[in-house]
């Protein structure tokens, strides 16, 4: 007989998930995700305005930073101008062998419907009012020479490429020189630069003739030293890409491109600036609009208007509006106001301007002294 073979051995019955556990846990993921979702969106939401406000901060105070270096800087090289017929002079400039100064054609954007004149008065600061909610634009001028900060005395002109000085101590090749002209004009010229950058040897030294006028600085009187970057510089906002921007007055154009506005922050969306004024007599300082009196029509229509009106002005007064990058959802931003103040301490001259309440906004203002310009003591 052959042995028994071992019955083989039942299998379990094998069960899985109903549809009713099935379904109850895809709810309860459902439920979850849900819940990580909504989570999720909060915390993103949180980030964004805290990272945009963040930006706009920042470019605020870079903004301000820029503004305030170069106002603080207007008028350098020409420290004695209130005593030495330099403020409100009419100004010519050539660059590359063409006039860049006064102006020709039109200015590019933002600056085309600034109302900035053509003829270019030489005054450490300007302001051209822009309306009362178009932003104004700020015209800065001065210098950065090595040494030499006060007038120097023209003992003759020997041809129209050379001048002759009293003491040409920190004129440094490469340098610009501004010369004040018998006949009220001023007119700047540029010393041929050299490698190394070296000073210029002797009293009489020799002009670069394409970056100077065609009869050189033959009437001068006095020359001051602008340094090897002269500032002619206007500032305004592109309210099309809401950026701060700036454009050299002495740049011309290259190949037949316009001469290029540069940006300088993003995001702000408004400025405004204040002359600060004393009167004669008074020692106290008066803000005013840069309107009327104080217009920058009134105050370049003649060199003794600018002048006259330069000895008064002690200091400008700045406020920029920036402005966030991301619109915030109604949800998540309710406190947004419609309208910001600028200069709120000071009622007469305040100015209202309207926002999105969907946007966050910072205010920067500063009062920066026109320090340069309050020289009264003749040297």
Avoid at 251 to 271: D, K
Wanted: proline residues 7%.
């Amino acid at each position: 007989m052959y042995p028994r073979q071992p019955l083989a051995r039942k299998r379990p019955h094998q069960q899985g998930f109903s549809l009713i556990e099935l379904m109850v846990g895809l709810v309860v993921s459902m439920l979850c995700m849900l819940a990580i979702m909504a989570a999720f969106a909060v915390y993103e939401g949180k980030k964004r305005t805290t990272t945009t406000t963040n930006d706009a901060q920042q470019n605020g105070s870079y903004a301000m930073y820029v503004l305030e270096r170069q106002l603080r800087t207007a008028g350098a090289s020409i420290v004695q101008g209130y005593n030495y017929g330099v403020w409100g002079c009419p100004v010519t400039a050539y660059t590359n062998g063409t006039q860049t100064l006064p102006i020709s054609g039109a200015l590019p954007a933002p600056f085309k419907s600034s109302g900035w004149p053509a003829s270019t008065l030489l005054m450490p600061v300007l302001i051209a009012y822009g309306g009362g909610s178009t932003p104004d634009t700020i015209g800065v001028v001065g210098g950065n020479p090595a040494m030499q900060v006060f007038k120097i005395p023209v003992t003759s002109v020997p041809s129209t490429n050379s001048v002759a000085v009293s003491n040409s101590l920190g004129i440094l090749s490469g340098d610009y020189v501004l010369g004040v002209l018998s006949n009220g004009n001023c007119a700047l010229a540029h010393v041929p630069a050299a490698t190394p950058t070296t000073q210029v040897a002797g009293t009489t030294f020799t002009l670069d003739t394409t970056n100077s006028p065609p009869n050189g600085l033959q009437t001068a009187n006095y020359l001051f030293d602008f340094g090897s970057s002269p500032a002619f510089t206007l500032f305004g906002i592109d309210t099309s890409s809401l950026n701060l921007v700036s454009y050299d007055l002495l740049q011309r154009p290259v190949n037949g491109n316009a001469a290029a506005v540069t940006p300088l922050a993003e995001g702000v969306v408004q400025m405004k600036a204040l002359y600060g004024v004393q009167q004669a007599g008074s020692s106290s300082v008066q803000w005013v609009q840069p309107t009327g009196t104080w217009s920058i029509a009134t105050l370049t229509a003649s060199a003794s208007a600018a002048s006259n009106a330069m000895k008064q002005i002690k200091a400008i007064r700045v406020a920029i509006v920036v402005q966030s990058r991301l619109p915030e959802r109604s949800t998540d931003y309710t406190s947004g106001q419609p309208t910001l103040t600028l200069f709120p301490d000071l009622p007469s001259v305040q100015y209202i301007v309207t926002t999105s309440t969907q946007y966050r906004y910072k205010v920067y203002d500063t009062t920066i002294p026109v320090r340069n310009a309050l020289v009264a003591k003749y040297y």
